[in-house]
C-alpha cells in the first residue's frame, strides 16, 4: 500500500509517552513520515523520538502547541496530514485508516478524532463542537488559519472556527479506545492544574481575539457601504 500521509506530532516533556505513540503510527502501511516537533523540551523526548524511527525538529524554546503544529506542516511532504498529540494512546492503525480514508476518497476536508466519551457528551449537547489532539486535514487548507491563532492552544479552536466559517466538509470520528493522558497525571497537580490553567487562558484569548477580529470587520463592511452610498449620492 502506498505511503500517502504525513503525521505529525507536537511535544513537549512527552518522554514519558513519545515511543507508545510513535510505535502505533510505525505499525500503518499509509504513514509516509513521523514529524515530532519537540517544542522546547527539558526532558528527552528528542532523543526517545528519533530512536524510535521518527523525523525530529527541535524548536529552541517552548512556543506553544500552534507554532508546533505550523512547524511540523512546514516540514510535511503529503498533503493529508494527521496530527496527533504526544501523549495519546489507545487508537490503532485501523483508527488511522479510518481517520485519514475520508479525505483521501474527496469526500470530507477534516476528521477530528474524538473519544466515544466526548461522543455521547455531543450527543446530548449537539452544539458543542469538540476540540481533539487526534485531527486528520488536508494540508493545502491549513493557510486557510489566520497566523494570529496559531499560537498555544488557541489553535484548536482555531482550526473549528475556520471550517465552520469557510465550509469545510467535517467528519466527527468515534476512534475506539482513544486515550490522553490527563495533566495532572502526567506533570503532577501543581503543575497539571498550571498547564489547566494555560489551556483555559489561551481559549479566552482567542474567543477575545474572535470578537476584536469580527467587530474590526463589521467596521470595514460599514465604511465600504458608507462610501458607496456617497458615490451614489454624487452621481
Request: proline share 4%; aromatic share 8%; with cysteine.
Amino acid at each position: 500500500m502506498e505511503k500517502i500521509i504525513s503525521v505529525i506530532i507536537p511535544a513537549y516533556n512527552e518522554s514519558a509517552g513519545i515511543r507508545r505513540v510513535i510505535k502505533i503510527i510505525r505499525s500503518s502501511p499509509i504513514v509516509r513520515e513521523i514529524i515530532v516537533v519537540d517544542d522546547g523540551s527539558s526532558d528527552n523526548t528528542s532523543a526517545i523520538a528519533i530512536r524510535s524511527g521518527a523525523q525530529v525538529i527541535t524548536l529552541p524554546r517552548n512556543r506553544g502547541k500552534g507554532q508546533a503544529m505550523q512547524a511540523g506542516v512546514n516540514e510535511a511532504k503529503n498533503d493529508v496530514i494527521l496530527f496527533c498529540d504526544g501523549d495519546m494512546y489507545g487508537f490503532s492503525e485501523t483508527s488511522i485508516k479510518n481517520m485519514v480514508s475520508p479525505i483521501i476518497e474527496g469526500k470530507e476536508d477534516m476528521v477530528i478524532g474524538i473519544r466515544p466519551v466526548i461522543s455521547s457528551i455531543q450527543r446530548i449537547f449537539p452544539f458543542l463542537v469538540p476540540i481533539s489532539g487526534f485531527r486528520a486535514i488536508k494540508k493545502s487548507l491549513w493557510s486557510e488559519i489566520p497566523s494570529k491563532f496559531i499560537s498555544g492552544y488557541q489553535v484548536e479552536l482555531a482550526i473549528n472556527f475556520v471550517a465552520r466559517r469557510n465550509g469545510w466538509r467535517v467528519l466527527h470520528f468515534d476512534v475506539p479506545g482513544l486515550k490522553h493522558s490527563i495533566k495532572e497525571a502526567k506533570l503532577g497537580i501543581f503543575s497539571g492544574l498550571v498547564a489547566r490553567a494555560t489551556m483555559s487562558f489561551d481559549a479566552l484569548l482567542f474567543f477575545l481575539d474572535l470578537y476584536l477580529l469580527k467587530r474590526a470587520e463589521s467596521n470595514a463592511a460599514l465604511k465600504k457601504a458608507k462610501a458607496y452610498e456617497r458615490v451614489r449620492l454624487q452621481k
